[in-house]
């Protein structure tokens, strides 16, 4: 029996991955009268008078809403959100074994962008952080920036930066071994959907000095037309010597090359026409754009791949957990750049001088440092920013 196979199995037998526990008994008369009526209405008046003591009376503090539509669920497209619930529910059990986070899944059935804005933030007082999965570009740019405009707590979406984060903890970490500075090196990122745009956004935040967006029809270039409003942004802000063409006229004298498309888009001839010391992340899933022994045969000095079976994974639960962690820890008002690029420093410091090497660029996924050593970092990143509350 193949893992799909085993993990249907099983999904039948669990019928759902998380659960909700009582966290007080309610098993005699005073313990009701003190988790119940009559003396549950004290909290309630003390909330009716500060509605930050919410926080601090239910578990809010502590408690993120997990939201898709169901529209670009792992690799499967738009399948609806009852379909993507299994994902969700995955991602909560996440946050709870590495971040200590209760989250709920909460599935809508629309893609109206309107529709999906407005339900969240009916919902907002419920929760102390909000995660966005799944959600089709580029209707999920517009329902993140809408629902940040309305919101007094953090709204994420881990596909765009939480993949940012790592993939910027990864070329800080490669910057590191090969000798190259952030300001001169050129980066390709290729696939202009969610997590690209927000890979190349951080690293532009960061500091790196050219960086040149591709999608299904070449370089994105300013000027040009026939972009929608995001990629008129991105063009707008990168590829700073207009270089045009297609992935394999761009890719040349890159010194990093992120992937973030379809299987098999790069070749052997593509990496060898790169600079020096080539770095090379294809995060397509399952298949890479390469394969990490042909990125290597052909000269790449450092790979990584989304998956689990090869080194330097770029997978998301060093991200996502330790960030909302730290967010909740000081009742951040939101996730800013400052923190996702704190986040992103953490990460990369997990890596000791003395281990730092090809195949060792990223903390693995279930070192039991990462959570807490992001969770401090954007903590520390949140209150020097000015948007921790407490």
Not at 291 to 299: D, I, Y
Not at 309 to 322: E, M, R, T
Request: charged share 25%; proline share 5%.
């Amino acid at each position: 029996m193949n893992i799909r196979e085993e993990s249907l199995k099983k999904h039948y037998e669990w019928r759902g991955k998380i659960s909700v526990q009582a966290n007080v008994p309610a098993d005699t008369a005073e313990a009701l009268a003190l988790a119940y009526t009559p003396g549950v209405a004290e909290p309630c008046l003390a909330i009716r008078d500060d509605v930050d003591r919410s926080y601090e009376l239910t578990r809010r503090w502590n408690t993120v809403a997990v939201i898709t539509d169901g529209t670009a669920v792992l690799g499967l497209g738009d399948i609806g959100p009852e379909a993507g619930m299994p994902v969700m529910e995955g991602k909560c059990l996440l946050f709870k074994q590495y971040g200590g986070i209760d989250a709920i899944p909460l599935c809508i059935r629309s893609k109206d962008p309107d529709e999906i804005v407005r339900t969240v933030a009916l919902l907002l007082g419920s929760f102390g952080g909000v995660n966005l999965e799944d959600i089709s570009a580029p209707r999920c740019f517009e329902i993140e920036r809408r629902l940040k405009e309305v919101s007094d707590i953090p709204i994420f979406h881990d596909d765009q930066h939480g993949t940012a984060v790592i993939a910027l903890a990864a070329l800080i970490n490669s910057l590191r071994l090969t000798g190259k500075k952030k300001e001169e090196v050129k980066v390709v990122i290729n696939g202009a959907g969610a997590a690209g745009c927000a890979i190349g956004r951080l690293m532009l935040g960061y500091g790196v000095g050219n960086l040149i967006f591709c999608d299904k029809n070449g370089a994105l270039v300013d000027g040009e037309p026939q972009m929608h409003a995001e990629h008129e942004a991105l063009a707008a802000i990168s590829n700073p010597h207009r270089e045009r063409g297609a992935l394999r006229d761009v890719i040349r004298g890159a010194d990093f090359f992120f992937g973030l498309s379809r299987p098999r888009l790069v070749d052997g001839d593509m990496v060898r026409s790169m600079a020096r010391d080539a770095v090379v992340f294809a995060m397509a899933n399952p298949d890479p754009e390469i394969l990490p022994e042909e990125a290597l045969a052909a000269g790449a000095r450092i790979v990584g791949t989304g998956r689990s079976d090869y080194p330097n994974q770029i997978n998301n639960v060093l991200a996502f957990p330790g960030i909302f962690r730290g967010a909740l820890d000081v009742r951040a008002s939101q996730i800013n750049e400052e923190m996702k690029i704190a986040a992103a420093h953490a990460l990369a410091g997990l890596i000791g001088d003395e281990e730092l090497c090809e195949t060792t660029i990223l903390p693995k996924a279930f070192d039991p440092r990462v959570c807490p050593t992001v969770a401090a970092a954007v903590a520390d990143a949140a209150r020097r920013s000015g948007v921790a509350r407490i």
